[in-house]
């Protein structure tokens, strides 16, 4: 999914923690070579708190190894990923960068980045982290990237709006139709400017959920796409009957909504009950209502087929290493501080908005944090209860490509059919690079 700079602006944390275990390291930087070192590290940041306490442990790191000047170049997502494929194809990348999962796929697979197994577990002790992030953040079997948060999928539901409407509250596994049946009875409810569920159709992740539901996926673990063309045409087609019994709005009024801006969103604005997006967004929505927000899963199936726990956690933001950084160790010893120094992982932590991939993290937050943070990690241990297959690495641009092809069928320049069609020949297209 795409990231916007502005998508946790209002998120504040008040909590004090402490990161993971401290482990054996790397020697610290005063035993490598004395000359200056300079490592590059560029990255793309979720929020204003996220880049200064990004900075601050960067700062901080430095201070304790003076021998280290760490150049950090840090943007939002769309300027950052232009930036990083204008780099690597010069062969000008930093030492250390930022990656999602399908940034990840890309560079591994293209040999930009290097395999990290080597660090693992000492100095790098994944154990405690979120298995599911930490197996998304592998292509080809190994390790090419460290998780620096945990995020899943999620409905952020209205619960002020269910009780105003007189609408019971879903249960936790329920079904697409479910979903729809509930999403269109709010419009009957609250009236023809009130819907139940915003539209979703461009968006990678529930789409992903809906074709599991299938048995299907949008990527294999061989990144290979894992659908037919008729189960994307039915995620389309899901999307326009919901248009259709008013259950999500229609295009031009979904266009208010903007990209991932909770500001803009019809559950902010009081013209839905129901937003499909990750956890990552849920402080930064709360924060601009006043109605209680809860999270909930997505559906799991539908009537009549399986019902089984389809959703996974994984990092929005993972860092991975240069292959052909000549500066591989400091690197590897700069992570390790960010993640489990005490001192380095509460500068990384606090304050950020980002919920730590470590339990030992998590629980601090649980602890001490706000009452978002603790719905958000309340929500992320009820989907490890029984864990789903890890997300697999697509190519980047999956939200644009998805959102063109869904916009058409909104606007009715285009049936389901034909948007399935198109989205796959984009998809693909992108698969043969």
């Not at 269910?162 to 009236?191: D, H, Q, R, V, Y």
Request: charged residues 20%; hydrophobic residues 40%; proline residues 6%.
């Amino acid at each position: 999914m795409s990231v916007h700079l502005n998508r946790r602006a209002l998120l504040r944390h008040g909590a004090t923690m402490m990161g993971g275990a401290a482990l054996s390291s790397l020697p610290l930087a005063s035993s490598f070579a004395q000359d200056k070192v300079r490592v590059r590290f560029a990255g793309y940041v979720e929020s204003q708190e996220q880049l200064t306490q990004t900075l601050a442990v960067l700062k901080l790191y430095t201070q304790k190894h003076p021998n280290v000047e760490i150049i950090p170049e840090f943007t939002n997502f769309g300027a950052f990923t232009d930036k990083i494929a204008t780099e690597t194809a010069g062969g000008n990348a930093p030492d250390m960068f930022s990656v999602n999962v399908d940034l990840l796929a890309e560079y591994a697979r293209r040999g930009v980045t290097t395999p990290l197994d080597s660090y693992i577990p000492n100095p790098i002790n994944l154990s405690d982290y979120l298995q599911s992030a930490v197996n998304a953040a592998k292509f080809d079997g190994k390790q090419f990237a460290i998780p620096n948060d945990a995020i899943g999928p999620a409905i952020i539901t209205n619960a002020s709006a269910f009780e105003k409407a007189g609408i019971k509250l879903p249960p936790e596994m329920w079904t697409w139709e479910e979903l729809a049946e509930t999403a269109s009875a709010f419009n009957k409810a609250l009236g023809p400017r009130f819907w139940g569920v915003e539209d979703a159709g461009g968006n990678y992740i529930p789409c992903d959920i809906f074709l599991r539901s299938r048995g299907k996926s949008m990527f294999t673990q061989d990144h290979r796409l894992g659908f037919a063309p008729e189960d994307m045409e039915a995620w389309y087609a899901y999307w326009q009957k919901l248009r259709e019994t008013r259950g999500t709005p229609p295009g031009d009024v979904q266009a208010l909504a903007g990209n991932d801006d909770p500001s803009t969103s019809g559950i902010v604005a009081g013209r839905a009950a129901m937003n499909i997006t990750l956890t990552d967004s849920f402080a930064g929505f709360q924060a601009l209502t006043q109605d209680n927000l809860i999270l909930h899963m997505m559906p799991n199936g539908f009537r009549g087929g399986e019902m089984k726990q389809r959703h996974y956690c994984y990092a929005g933001n993972s860092t991975t290493v240069s292959a052909k950084s000549p500066n591989q160790k400091h690197v590897i010893d700069i992570i390790r501080f960010m993640h489990f120094d005490p001192e380095g992982a509460k500068t990384y932590y606090v304050g950020s908005g980002m919920i730590p991939c470590s339990k030992a993290g998590r629980d601090a937050f649980a602890a001490t944090g706000s009452e978002a943070d603790r719905k958000i990690i309340a929500y992320l241990d009820v989907l490890q209860k029984e864990p789903a297959p890890p997300r697999y690495p697509g190519v980047p641009g999956m939200t644009g490509m998805l959102t063109r092809a869904n916009e058409g069928v909104a606007f009715g320049k285009l049936t389901p059919k034909q948007a399935a069609e198109q989205f796959i020949r984009e998809v693909s297209a992108r698969l043969k690079k």
